[in-house]
């Protein structure tokens, strides 16, 4: 029995007395409100929200340094966080989703782990950072059961992707009590447009009235409970809705949100998904999950127009707004052209694990070569693996491999290939919204 199990039985190393028992879930409670209220009204600052992203900036930076040093793929014991695809389930059928061939295999659900599997598979760590990730995390029935497991290993989950079209009552005030208690930071919900610009993007009639209903369901639960809950929404340059994108800010307003987060389009060409298999030994272009494709149906000129559209309104209108990846005028029209080589790196898989819904460990969200298994090994096994330390060591080599330019994880250049800049930090598992500037 540890520490921990000593202490919730009341054993000699965790006695207390009733009334610092009490103190200590009163501080608990506390704790997670006092910090977001600081954090709140810092965001209204933007020379305090500057200075935050500095702070994050060089922090990161003194993390990974160690990796770049040595360059021998080692990450340390356990990474710093992990992501969770909680199911492959999806109830829309978004166009421009990079993990579309994934979703809903039939009977593929069978195989996400149950909550006593779960338990066994993930280690106990205070602190450790999990996020929540699919598919729809919402089509899984027990996913409540889910979170409450990760809370009570000692987990503080960063955030949780949702579409918000199956969030019911039950679900936001049970979603609030997680934020309450100081597990649950911020839920981001993915919006494409106002009304039909939506549905057309989302493949399904009416979704943007059910994801509004279940936005606000979560607002409301989190002001009847004074949770610490952030919810912002997210979206992504589409062709379908490539022309409204600085209408997001109108459907900010609506809705009550103060934050958008913008994905740019995520894709490689055949090309680069072949030299990437040879690169990195995988099975098969099937292993590499992104959208494949010679043209990406947009024209890089608009994009820059409509992000900086989108950019200036949320000054003027106060909301906060970041993207991902960090794509720069200077390389808008690189990005979006088919093939054009990008300068940056990437450290994700120096930093996070990423877990399927059947316990597999995969290099990355877009690599998907296995180098773990939960159901058979533990985390620290999984993550210290040959293959795992092989693959990584290749990466930092690469600095890219292929597909990776045109990921959400990458840190681009602010510059084209010939130049030399400094490249953003990410944010994973605690997203940071900074002014638009």
């Keep these: ?243 409204a994108l600085d209408a997001m800010v109108d459907v900010a307003d609506e809705l009550g949100v103060d934050a958008i987060g913008l994905n740019h389009l995520m894709f490689s060409t055949p090309e680069e998904v072949a030299e990437t298999v040879r690169l990195t030994d995988a099975p098969g272009p099937s292993a590499i999950s992104t959208f494949v494709t010679d043209d990406p149906g947009v024209d890089p000129r608009r994009v820059a127009a409509q992000v900086e559209a989108l950019a200036a309104k949320c000054r003027a209108r106060g909301i906060r707004f970041d993207m991902r990846p960090k794509v720069r005028p200077a390389i808008t029209e690189d990005y979006y052209t088919p093939g054009t080589a990008l300068a940056g790196r990437c450290l994700y898989p120096f930093l996070y694990a990423r877990v399927s819904f059947s316990g597999k460990v995969y290099f990355c969200p877009f690599i998907r070569v296995e180098v773990g298994d939960l159901t058979k090994q533990s985390l620290e096994e999984a993550w210290t693996s040959d293959r795992y330390v092989e693959l990584r060591k290749r990466l930092v080599e690469e600095k890219l491999f292929p597909v990776c330019r045109r990921c959400c994880k990458v840190e681009l250049t602010g510059a084209p290939l010939e130049a030399e800049a400094d490249a953003a930090a990410p944010v994973e598992g605690d997203a940071v919204f900074v002014q638009a500037s």
């Excluded at 000699?12 to 009163?26: E, H, I, W």
């Excluded at 506390?30 to 933007?46: D, G, H, I, S, Y």
């Excluded at 597990?183 to 943007?208: C, M, N, Q, W, Y």
Aim: a positive charge; aromatic letters at 6%.
């Design 1 to 243: 029995m540890g520490p921990r199990e000593r202490a919730r039985k009341g054993g000699a190393a965790g006695t207390k007395s009733p009334r610092m028992r009490k103190y200590n879930v009163a501080t608990m409670k506390m704790a997670p409100r006092l910090r977001e209220a600081v954090a709140r009204r810092a965001r209204t600052v933007p020379m305090l929200t500057r200075l935050l992203a500095r702070l994050r900036k060089r922090e990161y930076e003194q993390q990974i340094e160690d990796f770049l040093t040595k360059r021998d793929g080692h990450a340390g014991r356990l990474p710093a966080g992990l992501v969770y695809e909680a199911t492959m389930r999806c109830n829309l059928k978004c166009e421009f989703c990079y993990v579309g061939d994934l979703l809903n295999v039939e009977g593929e659900w069978r195989e996400e782990l149950p909550i006593d599997v779960l338990r066994r598979a993930f280690p106990e760590q205070d602190g450790l950072k999990v996020s929540l990730t699919g598919g729809e995390i919402f089509m899984r029935k027990d996913i409540l059961g889910v979170m409450e497991v990760f809370k009570d290993k000692g987990y503080v989950c960063g955030y949780l992707t949702t579409n918000g079209t199956i969030i019911s009552e039950q679900r936001a005030d049970a979603l609030a009590a997680l934020a309450g208690a100081g597990f649950l930071r911020h839920i981001s919900v993915s919006i494409d447009g106002p009304g039909e610009r939506h549905d057309v993007a989302r493949g399904v009639k009416g979704t943007f009235e059910r994801t509004a209903a279940g936005l606000r369901r979560l607002q409301a639960a989190a002001r009847r409970a004074h949770a610490p809950l952030r919810v912002s929404i997210n979206t992504t340059v589409a062709n379908e809705s490539l022309d």
